[in-house]
């Protein structure tokens, strides 16, 4: 229940894991009711904000919300169509100027 006595919706819960050493663990997990890209971009941007290098390589579900939010925080690419455009353009070996 919120403060207000009113029941809430869904609740996600984001992580963030590391592994090092062999050794897996959290580096950073929000709690939310929102599952959309604005929402998880803007909390991504947030933990980089400490400081933090961004990740080589991640790995994640399928969720749109989730990879739109990843490519937008951690890549120079505004949307996840023009990132998977490039990517397809890479594997195809086609001239772009984007990239």
């Known amino acids: ?35 959309d890209t604005l929402s998880i971009c803007m909390w991504l941007k947030r933990w980089l904000k400490c400081g933090v290098k961004i990740p080589k390589m991640v790995v994640s579900d399928q969720s749109l919300a989730l990879m739109s939010a990843l490519v937008q925080s951690f ?6 169509e023009n990132y998977l455009i490039t990517c397809f353009q890479i594997i195809m070996n086609t001239n772009s100027n984007n990239l």
């Open 75 to 80: 890549t120079q690419y505004d949307s996840l």
């Open 1 to 35: 229940k919120r403060p207000d006595n009113n029941l809430s919706s869904h609740l996600f819960l984001y992580e963030g894991v590391m592994e090092a050493y062999g050794k897996s663990f959290t580096v950073l997990s929000m709690i939310s009711e929102q599952h």
